[in-house]
């Protein structure tokens, strides 16, 4: 079997709806290829030609979404106040190079988005996820990102 997938009771959530969103799609798409194929034999009808062209693309990603969706197991909850920061956690960052003061939440790969509830999300294999597993308040580091490195100390780590 392959490998387990960890993430968070909120991407498994995010997962599972955006399986369902793309479950309606296919069916509405399938739908309208049926419906197409009814009213005209217009070899021309651009709903149809649409229908055609994205069938093989949401197939492909309910697939890629059933098979993460299987391999997944959700992380336990955190507490209040973790000691270190696992998948999960919610982390207050100080950019000690930048001078500015981020927070971020360190997630799995899989479940990334740009920014959920105000909080941005890290994935664990980035540079930054990788550096923030297993540290503490008060630990510093440095990452090396595309634009050099950056020195981040973590101020605080809750649970989200």
Same mark, same amino acid.
């Given at each position: 079997m392959a490998? &387990?997938?960890e993430m968070t009771a909120e991407g498994y959530a995010r997962l599972q709806a955006e399986l369902q969103k793309e479950r309606d799609r296919l069916d509405d798409a399938v739908t309208t290829m049926a419906a !197409? &194929?009814?009213e005209a034999m217009d070899v021309e009808d651009r709903s149809l030609e649409a229908a055609q062209f994205n069938l093989p693309v949401m /197939? +492909? %990603?309910i #697939? /890629?979404?059933e098979d993460v969706l299987t391999r997944a197991v959700v992380v336990e909850e955190l507490p209040e106040h973790p000691d270190s920061v696992r998948l999960g956690s919610v982390v207050t960052l100080q950019d000690e190079t930048h001078g500015r003061e981020l927070t971020v #939440?360190?997630?799995s790969g899989v479940e990334v988005s +740009?920014?959920?509830e105000g909080v941005t999300q890290v994935s664990d294999d980035s540079p930054v996820g990788q550096a923030l597993i297993g540290r503490r308040e008060g630990d !510093?580091? /440095?990452v090396e990102l595309p634009s050099g +490195?950056? %020195?981040y100390t973590v101020k605080g780590i809750s649970g989200h």
């Open positions: 490998d &387990k997938i !197409s &194929k009814d /197939e +492909a %990603r #697939q /890629e979404l #939440q360190l997630v +740009a920014l959920v !510093s580091m /440095e +490195a950056t %020195r």
